[in-house]
């Protein structure tokens, strides 16, 4: 029954994400080593999951910026981690397996808030904030290690 009733505002919502992603993508935009992931622009998106990879070479690691965001009060998520190779049911069952691509990316994605709790004001100041953070990443990183 969810799903039919909000069937009603999905436009909203879609056009919504959509903004937030965007103001965002354009927040982060020239930052080094960090970039908003991108979907298919020959496919329909929801924009439901606004995702930054931060790549190794970043002024900042990853876990460090969600400590500071948390730390914030800003709902964000480490983006699927760990990988589902390493969760139950699967860890028992692929535990020789080796996936070295999804544990790499589990260590660089942060998923960033979106939905009708969120504004364009909000998430403009939020990708201020990232910008912020890895503009200043290497005093940031020396003082949380001091």
């Known amino acids: 029954m969810t799903l039919i009733t909000n069937l009603e505002g999905y ?7 959509y903004e937030l992603y965007t103001a965002y993508r354009q927040g982060v935009s020239g930052v080094e080593g960090v970039r908003m992931l991108l979907p298919d622009e020959k496919e329909e998106h929801n924009y439901h ?8 070479d970043a002024s900042i ?8 965001l948390v730390a914030e009060n800003v709902y964000v998520r480490r983006y699927f981690r760990p990988g589902c ?8 069952s692929l535990n020789n397996e080796k996936f070295p691509v999804t544990d790499q990316l589990s260590m660089m994605l942060l998923q960033l808030p979106t939905g009708l709790q969120m504004d364009l004001e909000k998430a403009a100041c939020l990708a201020a904030l990232i910008r912020f953070c890895f503009n200043n990443g290497v005093d940031i990183e020396s003082r949380l290690n001091a």
């Not at 999951?49 to 190794?56: C, E, F, K, R, S």
């Open 61 to 68: 690691r990853r876990d460090t910026l969600h400590r500071i």
């Open 11 to 17: 436009d909203r919502l879609n056009a919504h994400n």
């Open 85 to 92: 190779h390493r969760s139950p049911p699967y860890n028992s």
């Open 49 to 56: 999951y606004a995702v930054l990879n931060i790549n190794d």
